[in-house]
């Protein structure tokens, strides 16, 4: 099928005794967001490092825009147009916010072998990274370090670095988290309009989120796919209500 | 806090006049102690670039600085001698010639620090510094059994090498030779903080996971910064051998590759005049307590445990505070 960016086949992870992913099939399709959704521990996390080559899989495969990536490394899938954003912030700490925004933008042009010219006087990579930050509204922190940001606001920098790499399809693990509710308005908003730009696999516990952008939900519970479908159908889906959502819809 | 940029003016400063002054009292001895100074900077300008902004914990760049120290040392030899250095596949003699010798010592060194960081940059944290000791005491037990170059006594040159149109047996060339190179390795390393590989440097140091993530290889980017790091403390190591007109296994010793080390510590990691500052303290501290006691480590010990305890960012670090951003 034409319209699939993004494709795991029977992924299966172990971790000793536990089996975090287990026989997991789905894809992302263009235009769309896919959200995953899960208890903590069930194994959301695992399955988005296994997709962006981070963990290799005990078994199954990963394909992206058509070729198999299973055997590819972490900067082959990027340089392919794979983004991802972590659970964890992933920053430059000591750096600026437009530091590590730059940092994206290098990646994005494959060349970070220049020695003696300033980084900030190269007017594409500046210009490239400021709008990034501008479209996550972290224009005013530019020069901030990126210690100084609160929790939400590192989650939108790693967002921000994502975009700077003008991606084939972004994979963003709990980009809402900590961003409270002001927060998580603007960035949902923001991704409703992103997915025309590629499409996101998006692991998000916040429901309200989740309901209003996702195309399609996959519910993992114990590394495993319990259920896909539009909102509708997983609202509606009783096994998933058991195990999962609980009383709380 | 004073600003960084007025602090590193200062200790240019230092570096100008004291042996301007020198000169004018005629005190070659203050020159050449500023010599040292310089060069010890320089070697320690090189560590940071790999430590700094690496954050590669090498505790075997004697390797370099021994490297840089034999191939003046060889080249000379054989100058001095009238000895071809190699007569086959193509005949290749010695030189006295400085500028020849730098070459030599930077192109061994970046050769020796690819091999070197190929093999030590697959591992990290404790293992890394394990590895580039080892390296290290290979090359110090090497030089040791290498009686062709004087073994364990190493080699002493007669005469100070050459540069086109100075005097380098007079302290006061020599020492303007050096102060040169030492700033223009100075005025590369700030724009090489700057630059893009800088920034991605900076950023594999900190989370190489995120560098990977935007398509960027951590392990060579530290790699060059290994190599690069390498060369300039390789140079530093021709320099001295050419300042005491002696060379010897001690370049390569351990002692040598810590004494780098404290340099940079004391001065401040990642600092660009770190260990500018960290070398001067150091030169300051042996001539004057040399002079009063033979067990005058002791107080450098001291120096370093107060800094390491008390100021994280070394002495520049407790007088200008945290690096700033963007500068
Ligand atoms: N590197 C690892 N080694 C061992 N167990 C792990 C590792 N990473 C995750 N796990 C375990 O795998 C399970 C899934 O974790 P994770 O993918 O982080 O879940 P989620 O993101 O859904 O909260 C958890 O039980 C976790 O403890
Ligand atoms: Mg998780």
């Known amino acids: ?249 | 806090m004073m600003r960084e940029y007025y602090l590193n003016t200062i200790i240019l400063g230092i570096f100008i006049i004291i042996p301007i002054w020198a000169f004018i009292m005629d005190e070659p001895f203050t020159i050449t102690l500023m010599t040292r100074a310089a060069i010890f900077a320089l070697a320690a300008v090189g560590l940071n670039i790999a430590l700094g902004l690496g954050g590669l914990v090498s505790l075997g760049h004697a390797t370099f600085f021994g490297i840089g120290g034999y191939s003046m040392g060889i080249l000379a030899y054989h100058a001095q001698t009238f000895t071809p250095l190699m007569e086959w596949p193509i005949l290749v003699s010695g030189s006295k010639l400085m500028p020849l010798i730098w070459i030599n010592a930077v192109i061994m060194s970046a050769v020796a620090g690819l091999l070197i960081g190929i093999l030590s940059l697959r591992t990290s944290g404790v293992y890394f510094i394990m590895i580039t000791l080892a390296f290290g005491q290979m090359f110090f037990f090497f030089s040791i059994s290498w009686s062709a170059y004087g073994g364990e006594d190493g080699l002493s040159i007669y005469i100070r090498n050459s540069f086109p149109g100075l005097n380098t047996l007079v302290p006061i060339h020599y020492y303007t030779l050096c102060i040169t190179l030492l700033c223009a390795v100075l005025w590369i390393n700030s724009r090489l903080i700057k630059s893009p590989f800088g920034i991605a440097l900076n950023a594999a140091r900190q989370v190489p996971a995120r560098v990977e993530t935007v398509g960027l290889n951590p392990v060579r980017l530290k790699l060059a910064a290994f190599i690069m790091s390498g060369t300039v403390t390789g140079l530093a190591g021709a320099l001295f051998a050419d300042l005491n007109r002696f060379v010897s296994p001690t370049m390569f010793s351990w002692q040598t590759s810590g004494e780098i080390m404290v340099f940079v510590i004391i001065g401040g990691v990642g600092r660009l005049f770190g260990p500018v500052v960290g070398a001067l303290v150091f030169v300051a501290l042996e001539h004057w307590l040399g002079g009063l006691s033979d067990f005058w480590h002791i107080y450098l010990g001291l120096l370093l445990l107060g800094i390491v305890l008390f100021g994280r960012g070394g002495l520049i670090g407790m007088i200008c505070g945290e690096a700033r951003l963007h500068e």
């Open chain 1, 1 to 249: 099928m034409n319209n699939i960016v993004l494709s795991t086949k029977g992924l299966t992870k172990h971790f000793g005794a536990l089996s975090a992913s287990k026989n997991i099939t789905l894809d992302l399709r263009v235009g769309e967001i896919h959200a995953i959704i899960g208890p903590n521990g069930a194994g959301k996390s695992t399955f988005i490092s296994q997709v962006c080559g981070s963990i290799k899989p005990d078994n199954g495969t990963v394909h992206f825009l058509g070729r198999d990536v299973t055997q590819e490394t972490v900067r082959d899938r990027a340089q392919a147009g794979l983004a991802r954003s972590f659970q964890i912030s992933a920053l430059a700490m000591e750096d600026s916010v437009l530091q590590n925004a730059l940092l994206g933008a290098l990646g994005a042009s494959r060349n970070p072998w220049r020695f003696l010219s300033p980084a900030l006087g190269n007017k594409m990579l500046v210009e490239q990274a400021k709008h990034a930050l501008d479209r996550v509204g972290l224009s005013d922190h530019a020069n901030k370090r990126a210690s100084e940001l609160s929790h939400g606001q590192r989650r939108q920098l790693e967002v921000g670095i994502a975009l700077t790499l003008s991606p084939k399809a972004f994979v963003m693990d709990e980009p809402m988290a900590g961003l409270g509710f002001e927060g998580s308005m603007k960035m949902t908003s923001f991704l409703n309009r992103l997915r025309q730009e590629a499409p996101i696999l998006l692991v998000e516990h916040d429901m309200e989120a989740v309901f209003a952008l996702a195309d399609r939900i996959s519910v993992l519970v114990y590394g495993e796919v319990i259920a896909t479908g539009t909102v509708e159908e997983i609202r509606a889906d009783p096994y998933v209500r058991d195990a999962y959502l609980g009383e709380e819809l």
